[in-house]
């Protein structure tokens, strides 16, 4: 409303979002749990006398670098960039709230890069105690930009005190910063031990390889014990409307919440019965599809953890339309058309109500649906008549929870419903009934039985 | 028309707009160092790359210089992100907006960066194995880093004009739009790129001068190529910062002139660089300092046509403040003792042999 909507055609903007953010998340949880395998790993040579397993390690820091320093890094500022153009009006909340944190995590950053690359070229250059020293510096930077990194984005779920204090502490300290940062935490070893199959997966020396693919596996397995306990507790914090949309309110957020957990036991039976009972039977291939399921686990949890924070981007606070809680009243009053600044009309125009109801859509509904692609609007309401879809927005937060309820005058609404309408043309003989809601289809203004059949 | 500009969030600053501007200011310039030193470095590569091809001293000169390429590449992504996040706070309404109005080729800066970083690390790490075909990767590097400085110099324009907003807006889709590519853009394109060459010049100099004891005459040879190149890129840029300055708005010309501290600025920026030119050949160090502070005077100077452009639309001092000075301070404390730490990291690797430990 007070940004121009970018609607990234078939894909949409939480499209757009989701295919960055889950690719980083899947490389960043690596960067951290990474960075606590290297020094440790480096250790574990060094105490077994073990030169072979010293080599491995240098060459796992090469992939370790090229994957985390620039892919990594890339991708996090490219989440950045993407949550600026889709929801410019949250970032710009999230980031009057967090700057400090910000430059906190930006400090992190940076020792962070400097002791990756010095960890790197350090091989040949520095002692090994030394070079351990770096290797632990690098790691506590990283899991401190996970710990600032986190905090903020539970805010966004669970902001508790913030939306009365609205002090730094009240938004950082939130009801979820402590169990995410717990399931965070277990996430980055388990993708330590998933990434390090790749690399063991290579390694020359049958016994080596053997030992370190077992011991990769250790690192998963391991993990996977911490994160349903700290999961639980994490879900406890959650407002009951996000447990609820997850666990039956939503169909499609509950098949992604139980696909989440059946992807996890899977990835987990696989590495048990894979490169833990039999690492010599180990391949890269069979590397490599772990790290798919690895990536689909998290894909998919990511996924539902977003989707349960609808109707809200920071919840209780600003809708995922960008529109504030505390703004709804006004905009209700005056309309979201005369509210709205980036709008071809300011008001709408009875003999243009498609165009007005399209404005309408653009403003209020399109940083969510496209028209054809993604969380498509025209396939929403396929088969429904002008009264079905005028209900439906006269009670669009109570039919379905995870949406914000409409906004706007009685005229807009209409205009809306007629654009809506206008997008499933119907066979002649049916005719066209527009958003009148007194239509004899409909006579009470509800949907008829049948009504959601064309 | 009014302008059309989105309200500024109802969330006050968390510090004085002054403080915010300073860390925006500062910041930037420690991003522009590095990011000159990348961008120059691309295009410094590029030639020598393709020379190298015949003459081996650009050959060698290419291998080494390529090597510093991928933290240099790094440290400017990361010391970026800190005026990207202060510059959303202070004009935060002005670039989302532009941003918004360009947003696929807004956001196709993640990828030119992404494969032009990936295009670095090729050419650094398969440089002998890639022979005559390294140039083919460097080029394409170059020119993915130099179309990043292209949208951004669209972008940063962009955003101080509020009132080609709404215009745009009507004649096109959000996302699409991509204003007109100006002389004004084109100069102050030009003039970045420029100023990467001079500045990368004068850095592979100082890179080369470290070659001394392994190869001193690469060495040699290696900074006085630089310093000719940081002497011509200067040279050439006393004409294209003209056109620059010349291209701007008479109105902001105007303001400049009317703002004794700006006209201050300015001539610092311009003595600076005269004496870099003059100290260069024989006095690097000396030269690097004067350069320094000519990047950080211009950049001084960038802010104020900044607030020239946007005073009859926006004025951030306006804006609402409550402190949120226990984690300002926590962050002071933490930068100091992050540079501390990169301090040691660095001195640690850097040492003389004789003083490392048993297996160096």
């Not at chain 1, 980055?188 to 370190?212: E, F, H, K, M, Q």
């Not at chain 2, 110099?153 to 100006?182: E, H, K």
């Not at chain 2, 001068?209 to 002497?231: C, I, N, Q």
């Amino acid at each position: 409303m007070n940004y121009p909507v970018w609607e990234p055609h078939l894909l949409g903007g939480g499209m757009v979002i989701g295919i960055i953010a889950i690719l980083h998340v899947f490389v960043s949880h690596f960067a951290v749990g990474g960075g606590l395998f290297l020094p440790l790993t480096e250790r574990k040579a060094y105490r077994e006398n073990n030169p072979a397993l010293l080599e491995y390690v240098k060459s796992h820091s090469k992939f370790f670098v090229l994957v985390v320093l620039v892919f990594g890094a890339v991708s996090g500022v490219g989440i950045w960039w993407n949550i600026g153009l889709v929801s410019p009006e949250a970032t710009a909340t999230l980031i009057h709230v967090f700057v400090w944190g910000w430059a906190i995590e930006w400090v992190f950053f940076i020792v962070e890069i400097a002791a990756a690359f010095i960890y790197y070229y350090g091989w040949d250059r520095l002692d090994p105690q030394t070079h351990l020293t770096v290797g632990w510096i690098y790691f506590g930077a990283a899991w401190a930009s996970l710990l600032v990194i986190n905090g903020i984005l539970t805010f966004m779920l669970t902001p508790g005190r913030w939306i009365e204090k609205q002090t730094f502490a009240s938004a950082y300290f939130n009801p979820g910063m402590l169990p995410s940062l717990l399931v965070r935490t277990a996430v980055c070893v388990a993708l330590a031990g998933v990434y390090a199959l790749i690399t063991s997966s290579a390694v020359r020396d049958v016994v080596l390889r053997n030992n370190v693919v077992r011991y990769a596996a250790q690192w998963l397995l391991l993990s996977a014990l911490a994160i349903p306990l700290a999961g639980i507790w994490y879900i406890s914090t959650l407002p009951s409307m996000a447990r609820e949309i997850s666990m039956g309110g939503s169909p499609v957020v509950t098949l992604f919440a139980g696909l989440s957990i059946l992807l996890s036991v899977l990835l987990v039976a696989f590495t048990y019965f894979g490169p833990y009972r039999h690492p010599q039977a180990f391949s890269t291939v069979f590397a490599f599809l772990l790290a798919a399921l690895a990536l689909s686990t998290t894909g998919v949890t990511e996924w539902a953890r977003e989707a349960v924070r609808k109707p809200y981007t920071i919840y209780g606070y600003m809708y995922s339309n960008s529109l504030r809680l505390a703004d709804m009243e006004q905009v209700q009053e005056q309309g979201i058309l005369k509210s709205a600044k980036w709008v071809r009309l300011h008001e709408v125009d009875p003999n243009a109500l498609e165009r007005s109801g399209n404005e309408v859509f653009n403003v209020e509904c399109a940083s969510c649906h496209t028209v054809n692609g993604y969380n498509s609007i025209r396939f929403a309401v396929k088969g429904w008549d002008g009264a079905m879809i005028d209900y439906q927005l006269a009670h669009l937060n109570e039919l379905k929870g995870f949406m914000p309820p409409f906004v706007g005058t009685e005229a807009e609404r209409k205009a809306l419903a007629d654009w809506l309408l206008s997008l499933n043309p119907r066979p002649a003989s049916l005719g066209r009934e527009g958003g009148d809601s007194a239509s004899p289809r409909s006579s009470a203004g509800y949907p008829v039985e049948g009504a959601a059949q064309p | 028309m009014n302008p059309v500009i989105p309200a500024p969030v109802p969330v006050p600053l968390p510090a004085p707009t002054g403080l915010l501007e300073f860390l925006l200011v500062f910041t930037f310039i420690l991003h522009l160092v590095a990011m000159d030193f990348l961008l120059g470095g691309v295009i410094i590569l590029t030639v020598s790359s393709f020379l190298g091809r015949r003459d081996s001293r650009h050959y060698e000169f290419t291998r080494r210089v390529s090597r510093v390429m991928p933290p240099v590449t790094a440290f400017t992504i990361t010391l970026g992100v800190a005026p990207l996040l202060f510059v959303q706070l202070v004009y935060g309404q002005l670039f989302y907006t532009s941003s918004a109005l360009m947003a696929w080729y807004w956001l196709a800066v993640v990828f030119l960066v992404l494969f032009g970083y990936y295009g670095i690390y090729w050419y650094q790490m398969q440089h002998d194995e890639l022979g005559p075909k390294a140039v083919w990767v460097i080029l394409v590097t170059a020119i993915l880093f130099i179309h990043v400085a292209f949208l951004f110099t669209q972008n940063m324009t962009a955003m101080l004009r509020p009132q080609d907003f709404y215009s745009l807006y009507l004649n096109g889709r959000v996302g699409s739009i991509f204003g007109p590519v100006t002389l004004l853009n084109t100069s102050r394109l030009l003039h970045f790129l420029v100023a990467a060459v001079a500045l990368a010049g004068l850095g592979v100099a100082l890179l080369s001068h470290r070659w001394k004891t392994e190869s001193p005459e690469l060495a040699d040879w290696g900074s006085r190529y630089g310093v000719t190149l940081f002497m011509g890129a200067t040279l050439v840029q006393f004409l294209v910062g003209l056109w620059f300055l010349f291209s701007l708005p008479l109105e902001i010309r105007q303001a400049l002139v009317g703002n004794k501290l700006a006209v201050g600025v300015l001539v610092a920026a311009i003595v600076l660089a005269l004496l870099a030119l003059l100290t260069a050949p024989r006095n690097l160090s000396m030269s690097s300092v004067a350069i320094l502070g000519t990047v950080s005077m211009m950049a001084v100077l960038r802010h104020f046509v900044r607030m020239a452009y946007l005073a009859p639309y926006f004025d951030p001092h306006t804006l609402p403040v409550r402190g949120q000075w226990v984690v300002f301070s926590f962050f002071v404390v933490l930068l100091l003792a992050g540079l501390a730490t990169v301090g040691w990291m660095l001195y640690v690797l850097f040492r003389p042999v004789a003083t490392r430990g048993v297996s160096a």
